[in-house]
């Protein structure tokens, strides 16, 4: 048999993973399987299907004999409750590999498998969308009170959570709009500001898309804006899309 684990954010302990592996080598240990393999991802999305050690994973089993896949929650295996299914179907009849999903007591030996992770995976879906309203609601609040809701820009720095201009950045970020105004394009601003040396935002050289984003966020007018898009999984795209908001 073989293990897999996988946490999410920055803000879970990385124990997590430690912790996962450990239920289910206790598991494997009371049904007297032998682990032969454990693979995880460390800061994943369960959305996202492209994650290198669920890859590993899959490769691993596509060329290798292996009768046991133990993982600690369905949720580990994908937020999205078609890729969590269709992933079952391949290794169950393809491969021959039964999934134990050891907290929930699931598996894949129950014939009614697909209707319990479609039950199971409702309340993870719902738990996301009640995660990414309540922390709307808390920068909402934040906002409302004059506080800062967003990593500032270049340009810009924070102080007991407001926006403030940081004297530095700016001289530059003056720099490059008086050079616009004087008729020089993205490429000339970007080359001039490297050949001066001037740390750029990221990274050790300044871009074109660095100057562009400078030149035509509102932000560098004075004016915030937040919440001007949402970001939504759609099946069958690993990146989620950009949707607007209204105004």
């Known amino acids: 048999g073989i293990i897999y684990a996988r946490y999410s954010t920055q803000k879970q302990d990385k124990k997590s993973i430690k912790d996962q592996v450990l239920i289910c080598e206790a598991e494997a240990q009371r049904r007297g399987i032998e682990i032969i393999a454990v693979f995880f991802d460390i800061e994943e999305s369960g959305y996202n299907p492209e994650r290198p050690g669920y890859k590993a994973m899959l490769n691993y089993i596509r ?49 009614n498998f697909e ?18 309203k309540n922390t709307w609601r808390g920068l909402y609040g934040r906002l409302l009170t004059g506080k800062a809701v967003m990593a500032p820009r270049y340009g810009y720095k924070l102080e007991n959570g407001e926006l403030k201009i940081n004297e530095k950045q700016a001289k530059v970020v003056r ?73």
Request: proline residues 6%; without cysteine.
């Open 63 to 111: 060329q290798n004999p292996v009768k046991y896949l133990l993982v600690h929650h369905t949720s580990r295996i994908s937020r999205d409750t078609a890729e969590l299914k269709i992933r079952a179907r391949e290794l169950k009849y393809l491969y021959g590999v039964e999934i134990l999903f050891v907290s929930q007591g699931v598996s894949t030996e129950n014939e």
């Open 115 to 132: 209707l319990l992770f479609s039950a199971y995976g409702i309340a993870d879906e719902q738990y996301i969308e009640s995660v990414r």
């Open 175 to 247: 720099k490059i709009y008086e050079l616009y105004s004087q008729g020089h394009g993205y490429k000339n601003i970007t080359q001039l500001l490297n050949k001066e040396r001037i740390p750029a935002p990221r990274g050790p050289r300044w871009t074109h898309n660095a100057v562009r984003e400078i030149l035509t966020n509102e932000i560098y007018k004075g004016v915030l804006v937040w919440n001007k898009a949402q970001y939504r999984k759609i099946p069958g795209f690993s990146k989620r899309k950009k949707i607007p908001n209204p105004p």
